[in-house]
């Protein structure tokens, strides 16, 4: 009964996340179409499309592989980096807190947007995730100075080891035929979310430590929740990497415990 109802609140939860891609999909496709449809009536009617509408049918109709809507806000996102960093050192948390929200904002948003304008490509796939590892490193690099050496070090490794596969790694296996996945996977993501998450509380912590504010006990609350939220990206990391050069492995051992148990 408890393994039927698990699967039950899965089953929903899943329903639910889908409903939620499924209604913002409706909305970009509609944009897109409306988009279409006016650049469409423009070139029926013998009218020149003036700079802009030129703009928009080449950004978001024809089908680019580096500058696409969804392209541009990736790369929107990785050009905070050093605005971010500048923020958080001159202690303006509050505009680096709204600032790095966001721009995490952005990640849910430009899938969406490609799947929305049919503009998804392999291209894209590889650029999202680098944008975000980018976009991160203006704060990364700041928190430094208030993380142990151990943990800061450790999510650097687990980043760059991502980061040289993506852009180094899967062209080698390439080129010798070898089929391995695009894009961030489901560990990844997950990585991710509980990056940006740490990122953000600590963030908090450290505003609410600064002299103007000292509300100690608040921060230190937030600062141990952050930082136990940051140590839990490390196995998703280490998995994603696993992921990425064994696909389908943690699947697999997964499915073979689950039949022994």
Same mark, same amino acid.
């Given at each position: 009964?408890?393994?039927?109802?698990?699967?039950?609140?899965?089953?929903?939860?899943?329903?639910?996340?889908?409903?939620?891609?499924?209604?913002?999909?409706?909305?970009?496709?509609?944009?897109?179409?409306?988009?279409?449809?006016?650049?469409?009536?423009?070139?029926?009617?013998?009218?020149?499309?003036?700079?802009?509408?030129?703009?928009?049918?080449?950004?978001?109709?024809?089908?680019?592989?580096?500058?696409?809507?969804?392209?541009?806000?990736?790369?929107?996102?990785?050009?905070?980096?050093?605005?971010?960093?500048?923020?958080?050192?001159?202690?303006?948390?509050?505009?680096?807190?709204?600032?790095?929200?966001?721009?995490?904002?952005?990640?849910?948003?430009?899938?969406?947007?490609?799947?929305?304008?049919?503009?998804?490509?392999?291209?894209?796939?590889?650029?999202?995730? !680098? =944008?975000?590892?980018?976009?991160? %490193?203006?704060?990364? @690099?700041?928190? /430094? +100075?208030?993380?142990?050496?151990?943990? *800061?070090?450790?999510?650097?490794?687990?980043?760059?080891?991502?980061?040289? !596969? =993506?852009?180094?790694?899967?062209? %080698?296996?390439?080129? @010798?035929?070898? /089929? +391995?996945?695009?894009?961030?996977?489901? *560990?990844?993501?997950?990585?991710?979310?509980?990056?940006?998450?740490?990122?953000?509380?600590?963030?908090?912590?450290?505003?609410?430590?600064?002299?103007?504010? /000292?509300?100690?006990?608040?921060?230190?609350?937030?600062?141990?929740?952050?930082?136990?939220?940051?140590?839990?990206?490390?196995?998703?990391?280490?998995?994603?990497?696993?992921?990425?050069?064994?696909?389908?492995?943690?699947?697999?051992?997964?499915?073979?415990?689950?039949?022994?148990?």
């Amino acid at each position: 009964k408890g393994k039927i109802k698990k699967e039950k609140i899965m089953n929903n939860k899943e329903s639910v996340i889908k409903i939620k891609d499924d209604y913002f999909l409706v909305i970009f496709k509609q944009f897109h179409n409306k988009l279409k449809n006016k650049i469409d009536s423009k070139k029926q009617s013998g009218e020149p499309l003036n700079i802009f509408w030129r703009a928009i049918e080449w950004l978001a109709i024809e089908k680019g592989e580096y500058f696409t809507v969804a392209n541009i806000i990736s790369y929107l996102r990785a050009m905070l980096a050093y605005p971010l960093y500048t923020m958080l050192d001159e202690g303006a948390y509050l505009a680096a807190f709204i600032t790095f929200m966001v721009a995490t904002a952005t990640d849910f948003i430009d899938g969406h947007v490609a799947r929305g304008f049919e503009q998804i490509s392999e291209t894209g796939k590889n650029i999202d995730p !680098m =944008a975000d590892k980018i976009m991160l %490193i203006g704060p990364w @690099f700041y928190l /430094k +100075r208030f993380l142990p050496d151990w943990l *800061w070090w450790s999510i650097s490794g687990i980043e760059m080891t991502l980061f040289l !596969m =993506a852009a180094i790694l899967k062209r %080698i296996i390439s080129h @010798f035929g070898i /089929k +391995r996945l695009s894009g961030a996977n489901d *560990w990844g993501k997950i990585k991710f979310s509980f990056e940006v998450g740490s990122i953000a509380i600590i963030i908090i912590a450290i505003s609410l430590h600064s002299p103007e504010l /000292k509300i100690l006990s608040l921060s230190s609350i937030l600062y141990a929740i952050g930082l136990t939220s940051l140590t839990t990206a490390i196995p998703f990391g280490l998995a994603s990497i696993i992921e990425h050069t064994w696909p389908g492995l943690l699947t697999k051992i997964h499915l073979y415990f689950k039949k022994e148990s």
